[in-house]
């Protein structure tokens, strides 16, 4: 049935449709299609250690633990709003390139990249076997800012190459799994780079990524599936009480049930 609208009403017709698009599910949280879930709890915005656990659930279930918690590191001066699926919203301090903080909200997972030829046993998830030739551009004045790239000729090198490449004789980036941060498109200054990989010691956070002790990584990794649709959810302790509901995140104290 059309409804007749008067010149005033039609003119805020935008900022309706703005409103409806909230209330009916966007930025509402996981979103519905999202079966496996990797959730992080920091202690505040400023703690720079957390705890991480994996969860499961039917489509429309409930989610269900399927791991203990683990402690991990997020960056080295807590963690701010970032944007992915959730949190993009938010008021308060905002994740930015180079400000030491992990982001916080709903992400999707995106690409594993590994020096490995293969994944580990049992895995079945994307992944792409980093050359010498690969980076990720953290560079905001570039047109491919927070993105991955490979270059022609690694023997001949552009000069930003060398602090962006991700092959290095480093451990820590043996496996590296992408945390959709700022992606759908990527907002330079926005913040860049955002992955989980392996800690390179038990109280040595990272510039902004979540970390954790291999053993761990391997066990993330091995689990996702990407018929499951996996996400990850990072917030303060005290957010994450507020927002479990909205957000269709388990509910607080569901980790007891994988101890």
Known sequence: MFIAMSR??????????????????YGAGVPNDCTQLIVGIAPDWNSKHGRLQRFERAPGG???PVAAPIPVLFGKNGAAWGSG???QGESGLRKAERDGRAPAGVFRIGTIYTYDAQLPAGSDYP???VTTADAWVDDVTSPDYNRFVTIPDPANPPPWFAKQKMRHKDFAYRWLVEIRHNSDPPVPGAGSAIFFHIRRGVDRPSAGCTTMAEPELVKLVSWLRPS????????????????????????PGSEKAGR
């Open 8 to 25: 005033p009403l039609r003119s805020l017709f935008p900022y309706l449709s703005i409103l409806l698009l909230t209330v009916s599910g």
């Open 62 to 64: 409930t989610w269900t």
């Open 85 to 87: 699926v959730a949190g």
């Open 127 to 129: 992944f792409h076997q």
């Open 228 to 251: 499951r649709h996996p996400c990850y959810v990072l917030l303060p302790a005290a957010e994450y009480d507020l927002k479990w509901q909205n957000w269709n995140l388990p509910a």
